[in-house]
């Protein structure tokens, strides 16, 4: 199974403050078609995973421009611009290059 | 907009079989995307348990293969669950959810929690 590694584990950040968070892969998620599987989700309090960003970079529909998402290869990372009060609750990557898909262990965000 | 439901019961017995179902609405089942189910243990993370397309084709995670069936029924646009030979540590909220043209899970149940006890 691909390993899917996330730091911080929880984070504390103040609003309109940026926040950063790291995935990294134990193996590549570049595939052979040229796309990069990996994905950000945002797990609000009490509710189901939302998808925010898929393929490395392209935010889902709805999902505000103050996130972002970079990386290549194996090391990934999610930005938001400026923390608002809703962005809290467990943020996670997930790979989809290989069966079992799997995800990061999660990074809570809390707001100061 | 597709939405979907999990339902089932809430409390199996040790040993016993877990089984819920996932209705879809708003769309088709046999659309082109695969439909999946993600558990997540309390307190814990998302654990991929397997997806099925609507020929009836399934993958599984590895992990729990031996105990999982994912089934479809597409006269009634619905997903099903069975896992076998329960313990605690299946306790969890137990999520549908669609593989999107993405590859990636777009649309998810609100999930339903599942305990199981004696």
């Known amino acids: 199974d691909i390993v899917m590694t996330q730091t911080p584990l929880s984070l504390s950040v103040t609003p309109g403050q940026p926040a950063s968070i790291s995935c990294k892969s134990s193996?590549?998620?570049?595939?052979?078609?040229?796309?990069?599987?990996l994905y950000w989700y945002l797990q609000k309090p009490g509710q189901p995973p939302q998808l925010l960003i898929y393929?490395?970079?392209n935010r889902f529909s709805g999902v505000p421009d103050r996130f972002s998402g970079s990386g290549s290869g194996t090391d990934f990372t999610l930005k938001i611009s400026r923390v608002e009060a809703e962005d809290v609750g467990v943020y996670y990557c997930?790979?989809?290059?290989?069966?079992?898909?799997?995800f990061g262990q999660g990074t809570k965000l809390e707001i100061k | 907009q597709v939405q979907l439901q999990e339902s089932g019961p809430g409390l199996v017995k040790p040993s016993g079989t877990l089984s819920l179902t996932c209705a879809v609405s708003?769309?088709?089942?046999?659309?082109?995307?695969?439909w999946s189910w993600i558990r997540q243990p309390p307190g814990k993370g998302l654990e991929w348990i397997g997806e099925?397309?609507?020929?009836?084709?399934?993958n599984y995670n590895p992990s729990l293969k031996s105990r999982v069936t994912i089934s479809v029924d597409k006269s009634k646009n619905q997903f099903s669950l069975k896992l076998s030979s329960v313990t605690a540590a299946d306790t969890a909220v137990y999520y549908c959810?669609?593989?999107?043209?993405?590859?990636?899970?777009?649309?998810w149940g609100q999930g339903t929690m599942v305990t199981v006890s004696s």
């Open positions: 099925i397309y609507h020929s009836g084709s399934t």
């Open positions: 393929e490395v970079s």
């Open positions: 997930m790979q989809s290059i290989q069966l079992p898909y799997t």
């Open positions: 193996q590549s998620l570049l595939h052979s078609d040229g796309k990069t599987y």
């Open positions: 959810a669609r593989n999107s043209d993405y590859d990636a899970f777009d649309i």
């Open positions: 708003g769309g088709s089942i046999s659309s082109s995307n695969w």
